[in-house]
């Protein structure tokens, strides 16, 4: 079992920076790839970025590649989206997730938090 808990979420202008985490508790943190995934409105859910349990290897979608930073440190067992350069198609609510195995695996895990809101204002 994993729990997660995101925060950090909020309203910014275009152009503007947030950074989102992650809180995770229950399995071991440093055992398990994290990820990121948001669902805008109206949209599917949609993957953004990964980070494999050593924090080594990453892998981002191409549409936040050079503007978003996914980051995580196993010594507080929390996980990091920094996001810069934000634009209004970023608006989505935002969720960490928990994968099954040290490395992404092109599917999502069982584990996911609530999520938190980002709204990008044009």
């Known amino acids: 079992q994993v729990q997660l808990v995101e925060s950090g979420g909020g309203l910014v202008q275009a152009g503007g920076s947030l950074r989102l985490s992650c809180a995770a508790s229950g399995r071991t943190f440093n055992s398990y790839a994290m990820g990121w995934y948001r669902q805008g409105p109206g949209k599917e859910r949609e993957f953004v970025a990964t980070i494999s349990w050593s924090g080594s290897s990453t892998m981002y979608t191409d549409s936040v590649k050079g503007r978003f930073t996914i980051s995580r440190d196993n010594a507080k067992n929390t996980l990091y989206l920094q996001m810069n350069s934000l634009k209004p198609e970023d608006t989505a609510i935002y969720y960490c997730?928990?994968?099954?195995?040290?490395?992404?695996?092109?599917?999502?895990?069982?584990?996911w938090g609530q999520g938190t809101q980002v709204t990008v204002s044009s």
């Open positions: 997730n928990a994968m099954a195995g040290r490395y992404y695996s092109g599917k999502p895990g069982n584990y």
